[in-house]
């Protein structure tokens, strides 16, 4: 599985857009991006993830760059429940796969009043 | 509510003690697994089952002892503990093994040896 680098922290403001990148600049053809996050306490929350297009559900978009060797997640307005750890994983299908998703240190993202 | 429960929240146990965490997926889902995260530490995969069969065991203790009687139940039972074990452990479970990049996790243990 491709390694990935994020920011240790950010700070956002409530109620504006939270932009959290990515670095993972060895990822492979076949590889995808995967976003988690964790609030506190709790156990990680899937969040969502791509390929190569970029991808928006109910709780975020992605945005991928062209050359794959970075990405972005986009809360569009954060609140102070979006505090929480967010981990960005690279990681090729299943088939050959172990279980292990390799969640690293995460970006610490405090919403701020 | 990820509908996956883990009880219980909370455990205290000495180091001779014997114990077990539960949990319970109500998703329909045919993969489970272990997870422990110590302070300032990374997720560790512990344990994978899939239709109820161990399918991983990474290097696990035998202190820590996983059961899978069904697919919607998963245990870890815990015997003879050290200090070090004390974590957050967690539980997820994904559709199949297939599926096994989109995980839904319970809200853990947290469990303290003394």
């Known amino acids: 599985d491709a390694k990935t680098t994020q920011p240790t922290s950010m700070d956002c403001a409530e109620g504006r857009a939270a932009n959290l990148p990515c670095n993972h600049s060895t990822i492979s053809g076949n590889e995808y991006v995967y976003w988690y996050r964790q609030i506190h306490s709790q156990g990680p929350q899937y969040i969502i993830h791509?390929?190569?297009n970029n991808e928006t559900n109910e709780m975020a978009s992605l945005i991928i760059t062209e050359d794959r060797k970075s990405s972005t997640l986009i809360l569009p307005h954060a609140t102070l429940r979006d505090t929480a750890v967010y981990y960005c994983?690279?990681?090729?299908?299943?088939?050959?796969?172990?279980?292990?998703?390799?969640f690293g240190q995460g970006t610490t993202l405090q919403v701020k009043p | 509510e990820t509908g996956v429960t883990q009880t219980p929240r909370h455990l205290v146990m000495g180091m001779t003690n014997k114990k077990s965490l539960k949990c319970e997926q109500h998703l329909g889902h045919n993969a489970m697994y272990w997870y422990k995260q110590s302070a300032k530490k990374p997720l560790e995969l512990m344990f994978v089952?899939?239709?109820?069969?161990?399918?991983e065991n990474n290097s696990v203790p035998s202190r820590f002892s996983p059961e899978c009687p069904n697919s919607s139940h998963l245990f870890l039972h815990l015997h003879t503990l050290q200090p070090e074990d004390s974590a957050l452990y967690l539980c997820?479970?994904?559709?199949?093994?297939?599926?096994?990049?989109?995980?839904?996790f319970g809200s853990g243990t947290q469990l303290s040896v003394l």
């Open positions: 994983i690279v990681r090729a299908p299943s088939r050959s796969n172990t279980g292990k998703l390799i």
């Open positions: 791509g390929l190569k």
């Open positions: 997820a479970s994904s559709q199949d093994w297939g599926a096994r990049e989109k995980l839904f």
């Open positions: 089952y899939s239709l109820e069969e161990r399918v």
